[in-house]
């Protein structure tokens, strides 16, 4: 045995060992997690791996008889003009959204940290959008959007800005600017909730510190607050974007998907395929590229972000 195979076996051993004996040393904290382990794994791990097992099926909503056809479904999907126009019209709701209710959370929360009159008030009255269910407030932005009656129109209107009312939901177009807009002021006080606890728990030494040497409010923000909040950022964001690609409720109230499907998205196309079509087997499989997705995309951002030593 050469000293370089020797020294591998030595490392492997060793290193298995200190694994059994952290494994055992912890023995009593793995028992105690494991109900909460079991039962995460039967009410999360088992529809994965059954919409899974589904998605290698021909299975009609209004039959029991289940066909095998393997890959089938996938090849006609990645085959087919729609699943690229529904990554681009998911790709384009799900970054305008995520980004517009960060920049806007967090500037709320800058001006929310400041000694301002009335702070309490304010900061329980962001909270009123995200306490809203959902589709009330996606009906309250259909009137609000309404060619005719809708308070948008008659401002322009008002202000000249246009000569007639637009019918922002009925244009292919602009539809999907009308949902985004919704979704952001539904998703923006839980991001600004979430920077404005992260901005609590930086120190205050941190400002007098940089304020003594000369530092402007802009500098402060841009070497103190932005790296101090990186941690909240991350994870803030990470939410936000698995959440609104699997927005349901906004879209499907507004426009059901349309006009001409330019508003749907790919969760919209599962529901539509899958339970409204009865095509059981193309839904599960469109369900699966949608998951594959987000768990690629939630690995390499947190990958990038610890790539650089830090820890969550």
Do not use: C
């Amino acid at each position: 045995m050469s000293l370089a195979e020797e020294y591998t076996e030595t490392s492997d051993d060793s290193r298995l060992e200190r694994g059994l004996a952290y494994v055992q040393r912890n023995s009593r904290a793995y028992l105690l997690i494991a109900p909460a382990a079991v039962f995460l794994l039967s009410v999360v791990g088992y529809p994965i791996i059954e919409t899974f097992r589904l998605s290698l099926y021909q299975s009609p909503a209004d039959s029991n008889i289940e066909t095998f056809v393997g890959l089938q479904h996938y090849v006609e999907i990645f085959n087919s003009d729609i699943f690229y126009r529904l990554l681009w019209q998911t790709g384009r709701w799900v970054v305008a959204g995520v980004v517009g209710k960060t920049l806007l959370g967090l500037l709320i929360a800058v001006h929310l940290k400041g000694d301002i009159r009335g702070r309490k008030f304010f900061r329980t009255a962001f909270l009123i959008p995200w306490g809203i269910p959902y589709a009330i407030s996606a009906v309250v932005f259909r009137w609000i959007e309404h060619p005719q009656f809708g308070y948008l129109n008659a401002i322009l209107l008002k202000l000249g800005v246009i000569e007639q009312g637009i019918g922002i939901l009925g244009n292919p177009s602009l539809a999907w600017l009308g949902v985004v807009v919704a979704d952001i002021w539904i998703g923006t006080p839980f991001m600004a909730i979430i920077f404005l606890a992260g901005l609590q728990s930086i120190p205050q030494e941190l400002y007098e510190a940089a304020a003594i040497d000369g530092a402007e409010k802009w500098h402060q923000f841009r070497y103190i607050t932005l790296p101090q909040l990186k941690s909240v950022v991350l994870i803030a964001t990470l939410l936000s974007t698995i959440w609104t690609f699997v927005s349901f409720d906004v879209i499907w109230t507004m426009t059901g998907g349309g006009p001409i499907s330019s508003t749907a998205t790919l969760v919209i196309h599962i529901y539509q395929v899958g339970l409204q079509n009865g095509n059981l087997g193309r839904g599960a499989a469109y369900s699966v590229i949608g998951f594959l997705f987000l768990f690629v995309f939630a690995i390499i951002y947190l990958r990038i972000y610890t790539r650089g030593g830090d820890e969550l």
